[in-house]
């Protein structure tokens, strides 16, 4: 038997190596930057601050609204997704149950809402918007964002019920329960990993979108994160590490999120993309 | 005995369909209004001049015809998924196919690696790259300096010559992760047979690759194209923030995305006022690009299609 050398994968290692460098040199410049005096960024953009200078995220934290923005993209966010979830997991109950011509068709005019792209929409919606009131404010973000997330919403979670086992559900049916007693009891809390995927699919673009904040809204009290960071990014051109702290800021919730549960993510994110 | 089945319980016909559509109803109420129907009433708002109804300002095809006027931004658009379907196709497979290899150590954290920039959003990657190529003091202009290599430190965001290359590289960059990982899929549901076969044969690892793994990919880069597609006559966010609305400079970086918010919402230089006509007439221009691409993407690349629009 001839026995193989064991392989090293210097050419893997290496191509692999150089493209973390790639990813990870800005996001590295960006954090050490935003911890350093004015001048040292120039003098030593890339190792370690010679001095830590906490003071330009103090100065974001206590004199901008950064943290009025971060609240309300959370709040936009959360809403969002949580209705999402409710409105999404109602629509898919009935639609694995009620076998209809009717319901088909529901069910396809959903699932086409995955390959449509929304802002294609916007000058439609911006009159809506308009004409119900909830234009310059946080709520004019609701029913855009909710109406986004669900098709993927709808296609995975029908698909999900549908792969439940009767038995599951017989027990209750024969003690007398009813189908919503059913739906709370039973279905979702067995929906819950689906309901995971369906969140985090839409945590990504209901976080980081721009678009619609920035054409609904205003008002400095109602601007969401991002909409903000274009105000803040104007308001400290010239002061770099206060920069680059408005954007550290911005960007290590989500790469935390991420780097705690990556697998979910890249499972979340590419759902919609490979199933559909 | 009682019989119980689902016909008899939960999957009854006739009038249960009333009661299903309650359960429908928030969904279906919320999707049409906010999604189905401001995309389709664009259509119609595109014949008509800027945003009435009435039918006195029907104005026919005349807001698709001035808008032939930014064509250039028809073909920035193109240029722009040219860039990405270049370098997200050739290094999300060439990252797949190395992430198989047996034995490899680390995987996991490459992996994870890899795919960071797909969670950043769009805005704060333009900004940090845009830091970075400041040809001042950005870390790139510093960098080169150190290194003697001067004659590359250009103003690559500030030369209309590279601007838009520049702009979709690092919108490339961002997502490179997202075809990886499907590619990343894709092969691992080839199955092993297909390689000890080829092994047996006696095929090269080039041969292997060009003859048996890069088939069997054909309905991913179809997706993967179909994705960038969209995402690409979509783009925005990455003009607006390392260039601007203009797409400057002097509109070599203005996209689709650019030019519909330009006309459509903020209003063109120097009236500023917005036109909803020929903005909806953008939108609709965009949306049948997307609808045919997609079909003819979807036709040359997969017989597995029809298995997935079964479900």
Same mark, same amino acid.
């Given at each position: 038997?001839? *026995? ?93 149950? &009620? ?50 997330? *669900? ?88 002061? &770099? ?17 991420? *780097? ?17 | ?14 009038? /249960? ?37 009435? @039918? ?34 050739? =290094? ?35 900004? +940090?790259?845009? =830091? ?11 960098? $080169? ?23 979709? $590289? ?37 041969? /292997?690759?060009?003859?048996?793994? $890069?088939? +069997? ?34 509109? @070599? ?42 079909? =003819?993407?979807?036709? =040359?690349? @997969? ?9």
């Amino acid at each position: 038997m001839k *026995l193989r050398p064991k392989k090293a994968h210097f050419f893997t290692h290496g191509v692999l190596s150089v493209w973390t460098i790639l990813v990870l040199f800005p996001l590295w410049t960006m954090i050490v930057n935003s911890f350093k005096q004015k001048y040292d960024i120039y003098r030593d953009p890339f190792g370690l601050p010679h001095v830590w200078n906490f003071q330009s995220y103090l100065s974001v934290l206590q004199d901008s609204d950064f943290i009025l923005f971060f609240r309300n993209s959370l709040f936009v966010t959360i809403g969002s997704i949580l209705a999402v979830l409710l409105f999404g997991a109602l629509a898919a109950y009935a639609l694995a149950n &009620w076998r209809d011509r009717a319901s088909r068709w529901i069910y396809a005019f959903f699932v086409a809402g995955m390959m449509l792209p929304i802002k294609i929409g916007s000058i439609r919606l911006l009159q809506m918007v308009k004409a119900l009131g909830l234009i310059n404010t946080i709520y004019s973000l609701f029913p855009v964002y909710i109406a986004m997330g *669900l098709p993927i919403a709808v296609f995975v979670l029908t698909e999900f019920i549908r792969e439940i086992p009767y038995e599951l559900t017989e027990a209750a049916v024969i003690d007398g329960a009813g189908r919503f007693k059913i739906f709370h009891a039973i279905i979702i809390h067995l929906l819950r990993p689906a309901l995971a995927t369906v969140a985090i699919f839409n945590l990504v673009p209901f976080w980081n979108d721009l678009w619609f904040p920035l054409i609904f809204i205003n008002s400095d009290k109602h601007k969401t994160l991002l909409l903000g960071v274009t105000r803040l990014f104007g308001q400290y051109q010239t002061d &770099w590490s206060k920069i680059l702290a408005v954007l550290t800021l911005a960007a290590v919730p989500v790469i935390l999120l991420y *780097l705690s549960m990556s697998k979910q993510f890249i499972k979340g994110l590419t759902a919609g993309a490979v199933k559909g | 005995m009682i019989q119980l089945n689902r016909q008899s319980t939960l999957r009854q016909r006739g009038g /249960t369909a009333l009661r299903w559509l309650i359960y429908l109803a928030p969904a279906l109420l919320l999707y049409t209004a906010f999604m189905a129907f401001p995309l389709f009433d664009s259509v119609r708002l595109s014949f008509f001049k800027s945003g009435s109804f009435l @039918s006195k300002d029907f104005v026919g095809f005349d807001n698709y015809i001035n808008a032939l006027r930014f064509w250039s931004a028809f073909g920035n658009t193109w240029y722009f998924f040219f860039i990405h379907m270049v370098v997200q196709n050739i =290094l999300g497979i060439l990252f797949a196919v190395l992430l198989m290899e047996k034995g490899l150590k680390g995987t996991g954290i490459y992996r994870t690696i890899i795919f960071i920039p797909a969670t950043l959003a769009v805005l704060v990657t333009g900004y +940090l790259w845009k =830091l970075i190529l400041n040809p001042q003091w950005g870390a790139l202009a510093i960098l $080169l300096n150190k290194l003697g290599l001067t004659q590359f430190s250009l103003p690559w965001l500030g030369d209309a010559r590279y601007a838009l290359t520049t702009v979709s $590289l690092v919108s490339a960059w961002q997502w490179v992760g997202m075809p990886t990982m499907m590619f990343l899929a894709g092969l691992q549901n080839i199955s092993d047979d297909m390689y000890e076969a080829a092994d047996i044969a006696g095929a090269t690892k080039l041969q /292997t690759f060009w003859y048996i793994t $890069l088939p +069997l990919l054909r309905p991913v880069i179809g997706i993967v194209t179909i994705l960038t597609f969209v995402g690409n006559f979509n783009a925005f966010d990455v003009v607006f923030a390392m260039e601007n609305v203009n797409g400057a400079p002097l509109y @070599s970086t203005d996209i689709m995305g650019t030019l519909f918010y330009r006309v459509g919402i903020a209003g063109q230089h120097p009236v500023s006022i917005p036109d909803p006509g020929m903005g909806a007439a953008i939108a609709t221009t965009t949306f049948l690009i997307l609808a045919l691409g997609s079909a =003819l993407v979807l036709r =040359l690349t @997969s017989e597995s299609i029809e298995k997935q629009a079964r479900i």
